[in-house]
C-alpha cells in the first residue's frame, strides 16, 4: 500500500487546491481523479468540470488566485455587467458593491484551461495528480494501528492516508459512502442528490457579430421564464463570438407540479412535459433572436468546445452546505459539501478557498479547526445565497417582474448586493418589503444556521 500524509479523491478545483495547499505546506498529497474527454481538452483527461458563469470581482479575493497568476489563455474576457432580465422588467447591475483587489466587474474564463492551470499548480508545489484513477471506496480505522484511511481504488490497488479530503463534486459518488460510516441515519436522507442538487445544460454558440457585441462584457439572466426553484437561462459571452448559452433547473421536475404554465414565455401550451435543456435553449434564441435571425443556421453550435459537440450536461450543487467529520481526519471540500450554489451559477471562488483551507489544516495535522474556518471564508457569500434563494422560493413570473422594478429603485442610492442594506425610504413600500423580507430571511440562518448537516451530527 502506498501512503501519503494527505490522500484526494477528485481533481477539480477544490481538489486541486487541496492538494496545493498540503504539499506547499509540506506534506505528501495525492490527487485522485478519474479523468473524462473533453472537446475543449484533446490531448488528454481531466476533471468533469463545466464552465460556470465566471468570477466576479470580489470571488477572486475569496477565491485567493488572483488572474495575473493564471496563463494568458484562462481569461477569455472581462465582464463589466450582470443583466437580470424578466418577463416585462430588468435590471442592470455594473457593481458587485464588494470592495476587492480586483478592478473590473469580473472575467470569464475557459474551464478545462483553468482546471488545467490548478493541475500545474498543485504538482509544482509537489503534489502526485494521478489522472484515470477511480475510487471504489474508503475504508477507515481509527485504532491508531496505521493509516486512518485506506483509498481503494477500481485497480485494486490501494492508497493509505492519515487525512482524507472529500472533492468529488456535488454527485458525491464517494463522499456519501464515507459519511455514511458517522451518521446515525441515511445519509441519503439528507443528501439525494436529485433533492440537493439542480440539473444543467448548456451549448457553445457562435453568435453573429451584432449579437456578440450587444452581450459583449454581460453575463446575462432570464428569470421568471422557466418554472423552478432557481430555474433559469444565461448566455455568458467567451471569445472569438462564442457565448455559451444555457440553463439551469431542479431534478426530475414535472409539468403537472407547475402552477400557471402559461404565465412563462419559454413553455407552450400544448406542451405535455418540461423541456429538455435543448429545447429551452432553441425557445429562448427564437424569442430573442429569431424575428432578424435562422437561429441554426445563424447560431451554430461550436463542436470543439464544451464536452462534446459543443454541449455539456452536469450537475451543480443547490445551495445548503455540509460540515465534515474532522474527528475522523475528513475535509469534504468544493461542490461535494454543497459550497457551490445553482442560484448564482457556479462557486470556482467557493471551492478553491474550501479546498485550500482543507490542504493547508490537513498538512499541519489537525483538521479540527475546518468548519470553522471554512464559515470564516466563504460563510457572508453562502448566507447571501441561501437567503436570496429562500426568498425568491416560490416566485411566479409576476414576482419576478416586481422584484426587479422595485430593486432598480433601490439601486439609486446603492451598488450592486449594497440594495438589500439600503434604508431608501423614496424607493416606497415595496422596497421596504423586498429588503425586509431579505433581511429575516438572512437573519433565521445566522450563525451557521445555513448548514444542513452539522458537525454535531458526525460521531466516530
Same mark, same amino acid.
Given at each position: ?36 474527454? @473533453? *472537446?475543449?481538452?484533446? #490531448?488528454? %483527461?481531466?476533471?468533469?468540470?463545466? +464552465? !460556470? ?6 470571488? =477572486?479575493?475569496?477565491?485567493g ?20 432580465i ?15 483587489s ?8 475557459? @474551464? *478545462?484551461?483553468?482546471? #488545467?492551470? %490548478?493541475?500545474?499548480?498543485?504538482? +509544482? !508545489? ?6 484515470? =484513477? ?20 477500481a ?6 492516508a ?10 458525491r ?17 439528507? %443528501? ?58 431542479p ?56 464536452k ?74 453562502i ?45 416606497g ?18 450563525n ?13
Amino acid at each position: 500500500m502506498e501512503r501519503f500524509d494527505v490522500a484526494v479523491v477528485g481533481g477539480g478545483p477544490a481538489g486541486s487546491a487541496a492538494g496545493h495547499a498540503a504539499a506547499s505546506a509540506g506534506a505528501s498529497a495525492v490527487v485522485l481523479e478519474k479523468g473524462v474527454p @473533453r *472537446a475543449d481538452r484533446p #490531448d488528454r %483527461l481531466g476533471p468533469d468540470s463545466t +464552465d !460556470a458563469a465566471g468570477i466576479l470581482d470580489y470571488w =477572486v479575493d475569496i477565491m485567493g488566485i488572483h488572474p495575473d497568476e493564471m496563463p494568458d489563455d484562462v481569461v477569455l474576457g472581462e465582464l463589466d455587467r450582470a443583466e437580470f432580465i424578466g418577463p416585462n422588467e430588468s435590471i442592470t447591475l455594473r457593481s458587485t458593491g464588494i470592495e476587492s483587489s480586483y478592478d473590473n466587474f469580473g472575467f470569464c474564463m475557459q @474551464r *478545462a484551461r483553468f482546471d #488545467d492551470f %490548478l493541475r500545474g499548480r498543485a504538482e +509544482d !508545489a509537489g503534489a502526485s495528480y494521478r489522472v484515470g =484513477v477511480s475510487v471504489r471506496g474508503v475504508e477507515s480505522d481509527h485504532s491508531g494501528g496505521g493509516p486512518r484511511h485506506c483509498v481503494e481504488l477500481a485497480s485494486g490497488d490501494a492508497i493509505g492516508a492519515d487525512f482524507l479530503i472529500l472533492a468529488d463534486g456535488p454527485q458525491r459518488q464517494v463522499t456519501t459512502g464515507v459519511l455514511d460510516e458517522y451518521l446515525s441515519f441515511d445519509v441519503t436522507e439528507r %443528501l439525494s442528490t436529485r433533492q440537493t442538487n439542480h440539473i444543467a445544460y448548456q451549448e457553445h454558440r457562435r453568435l453573429p457579430d451584432e449579437v456578440f457585441e450587444e452581450v459583449a462584457g454581460a453575463i446575462k439572466f432570464w428569470w421568471g421564464y422557466m418554472p423552478g426553484h432557481t430555474a433559469y437561462p444565461w448566455i455568458f459571452p467567451n471569445d472569438d463570438n462564442v457565448a455559451r448559452i444555457g440553463l439551469t433547473m431542479p431534478i426530475g421536475m414535472e409539468l403537472d407540479d407547475v402552477a400557471n404554465p402559461e404565465d412563462y414565455p419559454l413553455l407552450d401550451p400544448d406542451d405535455d412535459r418540461i423541456p429538455q435543456g435543448r429545447e429551452y435553449i432553441r425557445r429562448l434564441l427564437e424569442r430573442e433572436y429569431g424575428d432578424e435571425y435562422d437561429i441554426e443556421e445563424d447560431f451554430p453550435l461550436v463542436e470543439d468546445r464544451g464536452k462534446s459537440g459543443g454541449t455539456e450536461t452536469y450537475a451543480i450543487s443547490s445551495t445548503r452546505p455540509i460540515d465534515s467529520p474532522t474527528d475522523a481526519g475528513i475535509a469534504v471540500v468544493g461542490g461535494a459539501m454543497g459550497s457551490t450554489s445553482a442560484f448564482h451559477e457556479g462557486g470556482d471562488h467557493t471551492a478553491v478557498r474550501t479546498g485550500a483551507i482543507a490542504g493547508e489544516l490537513a498538512a499541519a495535522g489537525d483538521l479540527s479547526p475546518y468548519n470553522d474556518r471554512w464559515k470564516d471564508a466563504i460563510g457572508d457569500e453562502i448566507l447571501r445565497n441561501v437567503a436570496m434563494a429562500d426568498v425568491v422560493h416560490d416566485y411566479a413570473p409576476d414576482d419576478w417582474d416586481w422584484a426587479f422594478s422595485t430593486a432598480r429603485k433601490l439601486l439609486d442610492n446603492s451598488e450592486g448586493y449594497g440594495l438589500f442594506d439600503t434604508s431608501n425610504i423614496s424607493a416606497g413600500f415595496s422596497a421596504a418589503r423586498l429588503v425586509t423580507t431579505y433581511k429575516r430571511t438572512k437573519f433565521s440562518f445566522r450563525n451557521g444556521k445555513y448548514v444542513q448537516l452539522s458537525e454535531s451530527e458526525y460521531a466516530l
